[in-house]
């Protein structure tokens, strides 16, 4: 059950509510986020809601039968939009696309990009310089002193970031430089860096494990938004499994069951998702009629120069049709029955 | 590597072109189709295709690195289009929609059916009267005699349908009864049951196992093909994964791929591929952007009461507002970029 | 709930028992087996059994919550036996080794082979005949002149046969040159054939299917079961996962539970379940500690050279060490507290 | 290639040395272990060798052509075994048991836990104080103090303690306070916590990721030993497949394969590898045969009081028949041919 708690709750108020819950054999965490705060009360399934309905200190009750609380659409019916830099919306109706290289590899390529997104109108740009790499012996990210020119250059021109953050001690040194956290899919349940990201003002997109199930990537979004941060964003990736004809298998049913499960924004990612670069703009527009709230798409100036993942990222050229299928799509999945 | 044989190559011409087929280490296959004679030959991947290439009784010769290969499109580019009846077609840009109840129960449930797809324009139905169950205390189907009235009925109508065999002595008495042979999941790697099926001259469509690879689909299709029937039908239907949270996972990746690897027409069935009802419109219009030729959906007058599968089943209306949609996507499939 | 029905059991007492379900909302599917007759009854999972329990007919009367019935071990608290010819049995501390090749290739080789189980007294020899095999135009097995010639061979020495039956046509042929009828993975579904083989009076080895559950394997063996035919053998030979550093993942975990979902024999199948022939004998080993009651195991006398699965075959020098290791390897299992 | 340096080899030399390799195209790495100064270069698989092994300052060179390098038995032929504590070995022929509760949860429960291991001649506990959970409502652990009172208790008796480390930041406290770190599934690929695991001087058990492939858990491990840290267990703890009668599917197929493509030792934990109790014991027996050179085991004095993994944990009573049955296993895969 999750109890939303007024504003002006007196700590009296909020002893006594704990009781109330103690009583019926509940037990309640306080979670503070940006915009409110609630008590999670975890216990039988059968209760009498009106022991704690009418409490004072209390907003709203909602019973959510879901493993996972704040994150559940049983509570918030409507949809969660994030704000991202100033005028910029992804969420409920709002559409974005990330788009950029895998890694960041020069300030060349960081502005060549940059050109390529502002003839797109494309806002928001994708890099990582932390890269999670299988072999100890790869090209790791140009880190800290690469992600600063990589803001500072964009940010000249108002193009938004979105990079990976491996690591809890990263978060310090990278906030200043991010405007979106991602975590990445070995990191789905890396559960202390959630909990750290829930303590941070900014938006998070948290990518689903490799085999994680719909329901684990839920609940650990809830380790964020329970920790303080409701600005989430779910990314399907693509899952493992049997086929080896591509790289994974996106998996479009679980965007549409996201939708139905969560209030949070889901983006799909289709250059992991199938991992084979002329099948990805397809793979992309499919998943907007899935429901994607929006896309993060891998773009290189010259993808078979890429440090990591040219077989998967798209030229601008190809990335320029992409766009505009995109509106195309977006048109038709707002008129559809 | 694929050899086109002359309509009016000899029989010494033939023997002529073993011989040189033996000569340099290959063994060959003769196939005889509906729409030509090929011999298949099997051997070493470096040759002289000039010791073959300008012998008598030869139309063409093409190398075939797959291993599947007269329904790969290393041999033929060109997309194949099946016929269904006398005046409609499916592949290579004619679409088509399959859809009706996934089992026949009555002739009033067959009456009622076919007033729905004549309102929608749609001209194939599908519905089973031999069903693969997992119990052998469930439900069976209707049999021999359902699908004599199945067939009946709908001839009066000019309604197309499709239906599943399941072993190879129904293929005869069903022969004349059916449109379209359909080949479900389980029986996908049923290779007696492919090579009959491979004998008649009525279309196929041919289902994905349920873990079955793409290669192994096109390898099974191949089976069929160089028994002698061109008229093929790939279908995907969702795969089997770790995932719970719905019945398959529909694999859109799989019918990208399909489409370049092969030359067959690929359908989608979003019914098992999601197997909830109300996401199956969402994932049948994704599958259109993936690129699929056409669908196969489960539709019932009252889902609710369907002898099975009633959870992935649409109900009449939930249908007539998929077939729109299903046209507006098309129209948008054709302008993209 | 299973109706144990009296041999003497009358029409109209067999009648009234239907009519009594019925009155319960059961509906009733007679059973006639080998070793008796049954009643299976579906129905609502609460009902009082005293309505049943005492009518004239009945021996006896179990519920069984699960899907399947007559293979639980709810049902049948006593392991099954299978008598393999006169003398042998597999099943209830009867443990069996099936060796020899992939396919019967040659009369030299099924003599060879031959001499080799008799200088390690194996009594039951494997061997296919027709091949599933994933394309065309691969060797699909030297068919029935083959079948007679191997058991031919081997009943002159009193070696009991195990093959391969692919499709329901095959089996009248089949049926008296062979001691136990072998369905393979992918016809672990084809319940056309479960049926047909139902009707036999022969055992069947029913292989898991390459991504079968548990469940499904069982129900298969109801299928078997239910058309009268109680000699099952269920075989687990690994199963199809995301690792491709082996050919399958051997499922041990399935050896346990069936072991105690069911009263049929299990019998482990390491050379497909691993398919690496140098880990095929620690894979066997550790498969009897998971409690198989039998092995069947790919051997030829030149495994480099055999037409199929050589890489998973055991030379015989390689396959004597592991039937001692057999020997002592049950003896443990024995003495385990 | 892998480069062993000697121990008195001089910067100069070393110069020299990557000079020769840049020459032939390869990039080197430096790496320091407890026990060898090595590079690792990595480059094209074709290069002539006598151009850098006579070279001054190197000891030994070899060809490696896994892309995992210092942990593979391409690289060391002889098996690696590990010290725990001052005269306990695990690897290369000597076997540990680790047993104890998932949660450390009071004084009392690690009291009796260490009076059933003494008992038992069991020299290892196991008992986790940081727990990953999948909600953040779950019981989380006693965390560091927990962990200074599990281990001052073990110390007290000569037994050394495994527990897990789930973030960079923990190793300094937990230093002084753990024998074997455990890395658990969910971070078989933090590739920050490898990279600090590998600068620490204690064992560390590294878990396979809940769908990890056996190559990227040899690559997790280059991580740690990369770093500097030869002191490596691996643990197979079972998979995550389509199947759904037991928690995880333990894949005895990579305990073989592992204990030939490493020189490291490698653990079962049976536990998690079915996930049912009573399945336990013969799943660990098995894993013996398989080749495991150790068993990580969930003991609880009162499996259903257990505040985690009750339902896979085994009563005192119950582990004490595994631990005899481990000493009888043992001996017969020490005769086996």
Chains 1, 2, 3, 4 share one sequence.
């Not at 990736?237 to 994974?248: D, H, L, S, V």
């Not at 199938?274 to 709230?293: C, E, K, M, Y």
Request: hydrophobic letters at 40%; aromatic letters at 8%.
């Amino acid at each position: 059950m999750i109890i939303q708690i007024d504003k002006n709750c007196t700590v009296n108020q909020l002893v006594d509510i704990n009781a109330a819950l103690e009583n019926i054999g509940f037990k309640g965490t306080k979670i503070n986020t940006q915009f409110g705060q609630y008590i999670i009360a975890i216990g039988k399934r059968e209760f009498d809601i009106r022991k704690i309905g009418r409490m004072q200190g209390i907003v709203d009750i909602h019973r959510v039968s879901d493993d996972f609380k704040l994150v559940s659409s049983k509570w918030k019916v409507g949809k969660t939009k994030i704000k991202i830099g100033t005028d910029n919306w992804v969420g409920d109706g709002h559409f974005q696309i990330m788009a950029g290289p895998c890694s960041i590899e020069s300030e060349a390529q960081i502005d060549s990009t940059i050109a390529h997104l502002l003839a797109n109108n494309v806002t928001i740009m994708r890099g990582g310089v932390y890269k999670p790499r299988s072999s100890p012996y790869s090209f790791r990210g140009l880190g800290q002193e690469g992600l600063k020119i990589f803001y500072k250059k964009c940010k000249e021109h108002n193009i938004k970031i979105i990079t990976e953050v491996m690591q809890v001690s990263q978060i310090e040194p990278m906030h200043d430089y991010v405007d979106i956290f991602q975590v990445g899919a070995r990191n789905s349940q890396n559960f202390n860096l959630l909990d750290e990201l829930g303590k941070v003002d900014k938006p998070v997109l948290l990518k689903r494990g490799i085999s994680g199930t719909i329901e684990e990537l839920l609940q650990a979004a809830e380790y964020i938004f329970s920790n303080g941060n409701e600005k989430i964003m779910l990314c399907e990736r693509g899952i493992r499994t049997f086929e080896g004809a591509y790289r994974n298998t996106m998996d479009l049913n679980a965007i549409s069951i996201l939708k139905e499960k969560t209030h949070l924004p889901v983006i799909a990612d289709p250059s992991h998702g199938i991992g084979i670069r002329r099948f990805v703009p397809q793979i992309a527009l499919a998943s907007i009629l899935a429901g994607a709230d929006g896309l993060i798409v891998e773009v290189h100036e010259n993808p078979e120069k890429a440090f990591s993942d040219g077989q998967q990222t798209l030229s601008y050229k190809e990335a320029e049709a992409l766009y505009k299928n995109i509106n195309a799509t977006l048109e038709l999945r707002k008129n559809l029955l």
